[in-house]
């Protein structure tokens, strides 16, 4: 299945592509759509789709600059560029950024699932030729690879001094000419010790990174790819090495029973200091070495963690989600309790008492992870008599729960003090207060936490478990449903309530996040 983004300015444009393709009997699938460049680039940037059909002329940025964008750090996304200008200097451009098909307006749905089949063969095609290790093998044990790799291995390790590099560096066509440099380490990890699993994540990684003109990267070891970024502004470095990582990890990851731990060092301004780069990324892999998930790490987020320290086991599933959730929340933990009871109602008492213990299990745990005594914050919920009274009825165990979770939420906020706790916990508030506007987006919510729209993306998905755009629609469509349930409104209005801007693309969400059309639902 190619994951298909859409982007034109036109609704009817949008709407006509998006109701042409029959998602649920093809080999694609919707994964969203925008009507502009500058919109749709914070979406698909976290979206990661395969395919991308964009109008060449919009306001804000246009699709060609938006292809040229997306190609220097998704490379792997397929262009379909839409225009109604039949002029060759477009054809022209387009095909110089690398565009998969150029279609004339007005097209016909014949033209566009043409257009998405001989695209789905390149890339059918292209899998295929990277499943082959053949090339690989021949391309590591090379001498040229050979002597750089080992090259750049002495000159990270620090085993070679400054004016020697530049000179070895200059003999191997290896330009290191620039105003600031990076480091990105990415550990290769597969818990089941799939040796070609490894070996395909390599031929993937390597495909990725050679289209990347300011990244010389190499594989210090079996598992291990170093990529050193350069870059002419600290700005643009930091960015973009973010926007690589997050490629890495998708392009590594995608169908492929292997994860990548990938850590950022810190930005140096001289190319003596690219030993320090190296040491500071594999200070914070070391930290790691248990881990078994794919992440993004970066020495800013070690040294902004709240006690130095990262989290390394896997978590209990309701501390994660109370370790940053709203006041708003605890509503929808406790619908999915009474919905657990409603479906168990001969066996209420026995239940409830479960549920009642688990929740105080995860208040435990994440009292205790913020240093606190759970048997002096709240000593009740630990006495045997409070579950039994808790159980009696739904009423009660409706108000106790609610009671636990909101004096948890009051006592965490008091004791947060890393960045991420009072970034995801301001985003969210920002989230909660100012969905109903279509400005609310990636870029917003990164201004208000003072984090640019990369970094906040990765912290985001990763402390939530969940991306940024997925959150913000889930936000929205349970505002829809609210709306829906409690109000006579159409919902064309309720649609644009609730920050959609077309109340089309508003039914196609509602209906792909909960199985039902709007109509369906209120019934």
Known sequence: ?????????????????????????????????????????????????????????????????????????????????LSGHDEFEYAKAAISIGVEDYILKPFTHEDLIKSLTKVAANLDKEKKQLSDMTQLREELESNSTLMRNKFLSDLVLGNIDHA???????????????????IIINDLRNEKQNHNAIQEAK???????????????????PERCVCILKGNSREDIDNSSFDYAEAIEHIVTQHLDCNVISSISKTVDHFSQI??????????????????????????????????????????????????????EIDSIISHYIEILNDNSQSFTVIASYLLVDVIMAVSKLIEELDGKVNEIMPEILQHSFVEKSIQNEEIFVKN????????????????????????????????????????????????????????????????????????????????????????????????????????????????????SPREWRN
């Open 1 to 81: 299945m190619y994951s298909v983004f859409i982007v034109d300015d036109e609704h009817i444009v949008l709407e006509g592509i998006r109701n042409t393709i029959d998602w649920d009997n093809s080999q694609f699938t919707f994964a969203g759509e925008a009507s502009d460049g500058e919109l749709a680039l914070s979406m698909i940037h976290e979206m990661k789709p395969d395919i991308l059909i964009t109008d060449i002329k919009m306001p804000f940025m246009d699709g060609l600059e938006l292809a040229k964008i997306l190609k220097k750090i998704q490379p792997w996304i397929r262009i379909i560029i």
């Open 164 to 182: 020697e590099a530049m000179q070895k560096a200059s003999s191997l066509n290896l330009d290191f000419i620039s105003r600031y440099y990076k």
């Open 203 to 221: 031929v993937r990684l390597n495909s990725l990174v050679k289209n990347w003109p300011d990244v010389i990267s190499f594989f210090i070891g």
């Open 275 to 328: 030993g320090e780069c190296y040491n500071d990324a594999d200070k914070i892999l070391q930290m790691t070495r248990i881990w078994n998930k794919s992440r993004i790490l970066s020495s800013d987020d070690v040294k902004n963690s709240s006690d130095g320290k990262i989290s390394l086991q896997d978590k209990d599933p309701l501390v994660d989600n109370l370790k940053y959730a709203g006041k708003n």
């Open 401 to 516: 729960i609610r009671n636990i979770l909101t004096r948890l939420l009051d006592y965490r906020d008091s004791r947060i003090q890393g960045r991420y706790g009072d970034v995801i916990i301001k985003a969210k508030d920002y989230i909660e207060k100012n969905y109903a506007s279509q400005d609310t987006c990636l870029s917003t919510v990164a201004d208000v936490v003072h984090l640019s729209p990369n970094h906040f993306s990765t912290i985001f998905s990763q402390e939530c478990g969940i991306t940024f755009i997925e959150f913000l629609t889930n936000v929205r469509v349970e505002a829809a449903k609210k709306l829906l349930k409690e109000t006579d409104m159409k919902g064309s209005d309720i649609a644009y309530e609730c920050g959609f801007g077309d109340p089309h693309y508003f039914s196609f969400i509602f209906k792909k996040t909960t199985g039902m």
